[in-house]
């Protein structure tokens, strides 16, 4: 008896499970971010997102987390090249990731004010520092040591930025339907 209350009880949970996915599949598609459902996926709040103002928050999350990890792993490498050819780029890797953290802190403040083209601004910036990082080392000649580091921070932070500008167009639309 008890089984076929938990069969029931999972049978009844399936369809909006699959429900949820779709709404992130949908999203992801209108986004136009080919990385978006995996990206979203490394977060399971994602399948109980309702909204894409949800989605964008949590991809935002995500983006920041991923920087944050980011920073970590290059200061740690950082420090142990220490006395290589490596250690200057890797620090001017440092302090890009650093203004990427910081990018994604302003962009969270405007997304939580409603100022979706803002935190769009801010986040657009945070894509662009894994290029910076890897321009780093290309200036110097070298391979770079960090790059799967700063492709996820550029695949990551343009899924948040996508799902933030399907905010900003819609907010703007609205404002285009009223004039």
Request: charged share 25%; with cysteine.
């Amino acid at each position: 008896m008890a089984v076929v209350a938990l069969l029931a009880a999972a049978a009844a949970s399936l369809p909006a499970a699959v429900a949820d996915a779709n709404f992130v599949a949908e999203t992801c598609r209108s986004s136009d971010n080919p990385q978006c459902v995996a990206v979203l996926s490394t977060d399971p709040r994602s399948v109980n997102a309702t909204t894409v103002h949800e989605l964008a928050s949590i991809g935002l999350d995500i983006a920041t987390a991923n920087a944050r990890k980011s920073f970590d792993f290059i200061s740690d490498e950082a420090s142990k090249r220490f006395a290589s050819d490596y250690r200057d780029p890797l620090n001017e890797c440092v302090s890009w990731y650093n203004s990427g953290i910081d990018d994604l802190s302003k962009a969270r403040k405007s997304f939580d004010a409603g100022s979706y083209n803002g935190a769009g601004e801010h986040t657009s910036l945070a894509e662009d520092v894994g290029d910076h990082c890897e321009q780093a080392f290309t200036d110097r000649h070298l391979k770079s040591v960090v790059s799967d580091v700063d492709k996820r921070m550029k695949e990551w932070s343009s899924v948040a930025s996508d799902l933030i500008d399907l905010l900003w167009t819609v907010k703007k639309s609205r404002r285009l339907l009223r004039a």
